[in-house]
């Protein structure tokens, strides 16, 4: 399979320019200058293990495949609020003061595009930056518009979307969602049903952009989505970035699965104060992340595998606003299992993380291998990326993975082979993987 060079400037369109998007874009121009190095980004400093005779058998990921590089992206989007992103990255409070004052001048030249809203979705947030227009359709063709204007006037060869924008109300699929004609459909008609991030997701998959999608909203988790993804050839991938809780989670239950040690409860409350936290304070948009959170344990550690030692698995999830924290999210998990025969033992876990270093070098790995898995000539789904997510969007008939050092592996598969290298293992790989082989 032929992959093609990534020549000229990458595009990476983000809807939502709040604490996670300007922190990434913050970061990546400090990397630019010098003053910072991409930890946590697995595309800049992870490596690879290679089953070769001679030569380097353990490259770096950015070395092995051709990815485009940190000098040649550049950042655009569209928020509810009209800040530039010096002016939203200051109000984040994520970075120090004399980092952004030495990057001012790049990021105060990135202004947002008015933005698709609807405050039926997020009730917690009063958008004053926003299109109008008649139907969703015209909103959808006003984003295609902005996007054509965005990589004419900064010179992009490829695009590539990222969605960083806030958690929906909780949706579930119906009938506008099931077909590409039923959704346009919808889209023309209004349907109340039709969010704004799958307006983005449309228009973003009708023009063949790769979209990935950081938060747990159905957006391109839909069939009219993934059949458009499939009619324009277009990866498409999703949903919430893994971070903090959920992250510590996909470490620490392979581990006790993989001991035969049983788990009968595992509580898990979080506070943090950031833009994100106000809007989760409203139940209907809780209730789309706690999906997202809940639907981690249970592929793990599979009751219905072993009921002896999870069959009364009791899984609870809280995340509590909490404004002082900002940005630095406290998490805690308290943790009973048992042992040999049946003898009670507690973990207690305390992280004390910061969301948005943790978000931010995801969105730059999946905005890298989406334009890869675009050039590589790939479509539709795809779950070598489910690594990044806590809900991975999978092909119906698929089962969905959870374990971070299967969803590595099977990331680092789907590199070898696009590459022509021999696979480590001769673990089943995902969809999107078997798709490479055709």
């Keep these: 399979m032929e992959v093609k060079e990534p020549n000229g400037r990458l595009g990476v369109l983000i809807p939502g320019l709040g604490a996670v998007a300007t922190t990434l874009i913050a970061g990546v121009e400090a990397i630019k200058k010098g003053i910072a190095q991409p930890v946590g980004s697995i595309t800049q400093m992870g490596n690879i293990h290679l089953n070769r005779k001679s030569g380097n058998n353990y490259p770096k990921i950015k070395d092995f495949v051709p990815l485009a590089g940190l000098q040649d992206m550049v950042f655009g989007g569209w928020d509810v609020y009209e800040d530039n992103v010096y ?8 970075l120090e003061p004399g980092m952004l004052a030495a990057l001012r001048p790049e990021l105060e030249a990135i202004k947002p595009m008015k933005a698709v809203f609807d405050k039926q979705y997020i009730k917690n947030l009063d958008g004053t930056h926003v299109k109008q227009a008649a139907t969703k359709y015209a909103l959808a063709e006003a984003l295609m518009d902005d996007i054509a204007q965005f990589q004419d006037t900064r010179g992009c060869d490829r695009l590539v979307m990222v969605w960083c924008g806030s958690t929906e109300k909780y949706t579930e699929v119906s009938d506008v969602h099931e077909s590409l004609a039923a959704f346009e ?10 969010a704004p991030s799958m307006i983005y997701a449309y228009a973003a998959v009708k023009l063949g952009i790769p979209f990935l999608n950081g938060a747990p909203n159905l957006t391109v988790d839909i069939p009219a989505i993934v059949e458009l993804a499939k009619q324009t050839e277009t990866p498409i991938a999703g949903k919430d970035f893994k971070t903090g809780q959920t992250l510590m989670k996909t ?3 392979p581990g006790l699965q993989a001991r035969a040690l049983g788990v009968k409860g595992w509580f898990s409350t979080n506070i943090l104060g950031n833009r994100d936290g106000y809007v989760l304070d409203e139940p209907d948009n809780f209730r789309t992340k706690e999906v997202s959170k809940l639907s981690v344990l249970e592929d793990i550690l599979r009751p219905d595998l072993t009921p002896e030692l999870y069959g009364e698995l009791y899984h609870k999830i809280r995340i509590n606003y909490y404004p002082p924290h900002g940005d630095n999210k406290e998490s805690w ?5 048992f042992g040999w025969l049946g003898y009670s033992m507690q973990i207690k876990i305390n992280f004390l993380c910061r969301d948005s270093i943790l978000a931010a070098p995801l969105v730059l790995d999946l905005a890298l291998f989406g334009d890869l898995a675009k050039r590589a000539g790939l479509s539709g789904v795809q779950e070598w990326l489910s690594f990044y997510f806590k809900s991975p969007q999978t092909v119906p008939g698929f089962r969905t993975e959870h374990d971070i050092f299967k969803q590595l592996h099977n990331l680092q598969n789907a590199l070898r082979r696009l590459m022509g290298e021999e696979l480590v293992s001769g673990e089943r790989l995902t969809y999107a993987e078997e798709e490479i082989t055709a």
Excluded: Q
């Design 87 to 94: 002016e939203a990255a200051s109000r984040a409070r994520v």
């Design 185 to 194: 459909k919808g889209l023309k008609e209004n349907d109340p049903r039709i």
């Design 251 to 253: 470490i620490l239950a």
């Design 333 to 337: 998990d308290n943790i009973d299992i």
